[in-house]
């Protein structure tokens, strides 16, 4: 379990906050406090693994705990939730070591993205002695690709990102080589026309190539394959 403290001032968002991780397997809520100042204390107390911090407080800046935590050497992650657009902002705040910036208002699906890609990568580090190139620009280099690609899926109906990483995946680890839409169904559970959904928008994306097989009568099967990437 992923051990999460959230510091947020504002008792309806935090309550937004707290909710919305139980949602999401793997984490745990081990305290949710209004200041900075409580914030330190429940750091230290507490040693999590994952900060969920805002930037505005009556007393202080979020970053200035960000800052706290980087110069006292604490082994943290912070996710800051704000609706502080600025470029500036922004900047520092990734400069001192935010794994992820989330403006507010936010939907549950960009929270949830960004905690399942926060477990994705400590599970790649954890199960890592030695760390290759390949690994860290999936982690580092594609992470604001990534981002673009959550939010444009995400609005979408009928799609999520999770469910979209999660088949293509599949796809990957395939033997076969191709798949249909009916054999996703099958393996998946989801239904049909869903499979064809995600299939579809794959292709679009340029991550699946598509291959109409035909017969000798009735419409040609359309079956679909992992596109080759050109490595350099």
């Not at 704000?82 to 403006?103: L, N």
């Amino acid at each position: 379990m992923i051990k999460v403290v959230i510091i947020e001032d504002d008792p309806m968002v935090r309550e937004i906050n707290e909710g919305f991780l139980r949602k999401v397997e793997g984490y745990l809520l081990l305290k949710s406090v209004s200041s900075i100042e409580e914030g330190k204390e429940v750091i230290k107390e507490e040693k999590p693994d994952l900060v969920l911090l805002d930037l505005f407080f009556p007393k202080g800046l979020g970053t200035e705990l960000l800052k706290w935590i980087r110069i006292n050497n604490i082994k943290c992650d912070v996710i800051l939730i704000t609706a502080d657009k600025s470029m500036e902002t922004v900047e520092e705040s990734f400069r001192y070591g935010v794994v992820d910036y989330i403006i507010k208002p936010f939907t549950f699906n960009r929270f949830k993205e960004a905690l399942l890609q926060y477990m994705d990568r400590r599970c790649n580090f954890e199960n890592c002695e030695n760390i290759e190139q390949e690994l860290i620009d999936k982690m580092v280099l594609r992470d604001k690709e990534k981002n673009v690609r959550c939010d444009y899926i995400d609005n979408i109906k009928g799609v999520s990102t999770h469910t979209y990483d999660k088949i293509l995946q599949l796809i990957k680890e395939r033997k076969e080589g191709t798949i249909t839409a009916q054999e996703l169904a099958l393996i998946t559970g989801v239904s049909r026309i869903t499979a064809r959904r995600y299939l579809d928008l794959l292709e679009k994306q340029g991550e699946l190539v598509l291959i109409m097989e035909y017969g000798k009568v009735g419409r040609p099967l359309n079956k679909y394959r992992i596109k080759e990437k050109n490595t350099f």
